[in-house]
């Protein structure tokens, strides 16, 4: 999905901490805790065989671009930093309306660049983590080096619409927060057919509505949207994105086997499946996977 190249950027959107970190690893990669939870999801083996343990990448020293550079949609089609501030700002002309047509009111979630660790609401984390939401400050998080371990470990393909869609589903967890579901997951953790599957197949769904929509939801101030409608390649390349993601196939790379009874985020099929329900004329009531009889046929 490409940007609309005179759609103008405001980088204040995102906050950007890359080159802040401690430039050292940091023991248990992602913290104890943290590696204690997703052993007892996973289970150890798995874990280990992720090599979460390592403390993920070290920061550098800084970067020599500057995401104030950020001015366009020129910016976002060359490069990832600015990519994100316009699809934050995409998913914002979206979601607004969107909620307010159900009587519900949006906030904007926070936007935050980092490299090796940050400390955020839900404690200290580092780039093994991932991109995440954290409902206690209400901040999306973003190591944009994964984007490149999405493409040289996970497969998935490295064009924007893959890069996008993983703004766009954390993005999707904070509208659950805002819709009060996001704690669903808390008391069911994990499973094939647990709340925590069902509550990440639904921000994968979210994801979708967003992508379906975003060429036609004009940018604040403008009568052009941020972004160009999309190609049949651009949808591929979320999939893809969608597909690499999947508990199925993480733990075929890692263990060498799938265990459904560990799954936390669903299958592969069963996130493209959900992007899909989501894109094709989806509606936000038709994203509601908690009362759904077949996660594996929205």
């Not at 669903?184 to 499973?191: F, L, Y």
Request: aromatic share 8%.
């Amino acid at each position: 999905m490409s940007f609309n190249e005179n759609a103008r950027l405001d980088s204040s959107r995102v906050s950007d901490r890359r080159g802040r970190g401690k430039g050292i690893a940091v023991g248990g990669g992602l913290g104890g805790g943290l590696i204690l939870i997703l052993s007892l999801i996973f289970g150890s083996d798995v874990v280990d065989g992720l090599g979460l343990s390592d403390g993920g990448s070290s920061a550098g020293s800084g970067y020599s671009e500057s995401i104030s550079e950020c001015l366009d949609g020129a910016d976002a089609n060359e490069r990832l930093d600015c990519r994100i501030v316009g699809t934050a700002e995409s998913l914002d002309s979206y979601w607004g309306p969107a909620l307010a047509a159900e009587g519900m009111a949006y906030t904007e979630p926070g936007v935050v660049l980092f490299s090796g660790r940050t400390d955020t609401g839900c404690g200290s984390a580092t780039s093994a983590v991932g991109p995440f939401y954290c409902p206690a400050d209400e901040q999306t998080y973003y190591d944009t080096a994964f984007f490149d371990e999405l493409v040289a470990r996970y497969g998935a393909s490295g064009g924007p619409l893959a890069q996008e869609y993983v703004v766009a589903h954390e993005f999707g967890h904070h509208i659950q927060n805002l819709t009060g579901v996001l704690g669903a997951s808390a008391s069911d953790p994990r499973g094939a057919d647990s709340a925590a599957v069902r509550t990440e197949l639904q921000a994968d769904c979210y994801a979708g509505l967003w992508a379906g929509n975003a060429a036609s939801v004009p940018a604040p101030g403008s009568t052009e949207p941020f972004l160009a409608e999309l190609t049949a390649a651009d949808v591929q390349d979320a999939l893809s994105a969608a597909a690499a993601i999947g508990d199925d196939r993480i733990q075929s790379m890692a263990a060498g086997q799938v265990n459904p009874e560990s799954w936390t985020h669903g299958s592969g099929d069963q996130r493209q499946a959900w992007f899909m329900q989501g894109y094709d004329g989806g509606t936000i009531a038709s994203c509601n996977t908690f009362s759904a009889p077949d996660l594996d046929n929205p």
